[in-house]
């Protein structure tokens, strides 16, 4: 084929061919090699669960997680205004427990990932979880602090939504509200 470089490769010599082979398993290597980033630093992996819900201490006398924290009761059952933290796709969603329409998206400038640790950082505020335990509990401080709705209140501690039935303080009980 004329104007295509031809190259010899195990003994055969099939210029085209050989070359986008080539260039593919280059393409795989270096996709490989590199950390999975995309949308302008956001990491692909997510370092936190799906969605975190907001958590109080209970039991300050106990050490065992599940017994120590439990729902955020009055931000749960009485007063309604506590958000979950949902990060998908380079935004950080922050959700009403009561009521998902009531929402405030925040557009992520970088998401970092240090050990126990995970740096959310938007143009509003700057927000760290740390991983407390393997419950897992996560701390929720501000080193610069984000001005929410009145019905979407962050709190000190968050966990697995998934997980929250393993705490003994789980729900509302026979609370009607």
Same mark, same amino acid.
């Given at each position: ?15 085209? @061919? ?6 593919? #398993? ?7 090699? !590199?950390?999975?980033?995309? $949308? %302008? ?50 935004? @950080? ?6 009521? #998902? ?7 992520? !400038?970088?998401?970092?990932? $240090? %050990? ?62």
């Amino acid at each position: 084929m004329e104007g295509f470089p031809t190259f010899e490769y195990a003994g055969f010599t099939n210029g085209p @061919l050989i070359f986008l082979r080539m260039f593919l #398993s280059l393409i795989f290597l270096i996709s490989s090699i !590199l950390p999975p980033f995309a $949308n %302008g630093g956001i990491s692909a992996a997510p370092p936190l669960p799906a969605l975190l819900t907001p958590l109080e201490v209970v039991n300050a006398r106990s050490a065992k997680p599940f017994e120590r924290y439990g729902i955020d009761w009055d931000g749960h059952c009485y007063s309604c205004n506590v958000a979950e933290l949902q990060v998908m796709d380079s935004v @950080l969603w922050l959700r009403n427990v009561c009521d #998902s329409n009531l929402k405030q998206p925040l557009r992520l !400038l970088s998401l970092q990932h $240090n %050990g126990a640790q995970v740096i959310l950082r938007c143009r509003e505020a700057v927000l760290v979880l740390e991983k407390m335990n393997e419950a897992p509990v996560y701390r929720l401080t501000q080193p610069v602090p984000l001005r929410v709705s009145e019905k979407l209140q962050l709190r000190s501690f968050y966990t697995d939504k998934s997980r929250i039935t393993r705490f003994a303080v789980h729900d509302c009980g026979d609370f009607d509200g």
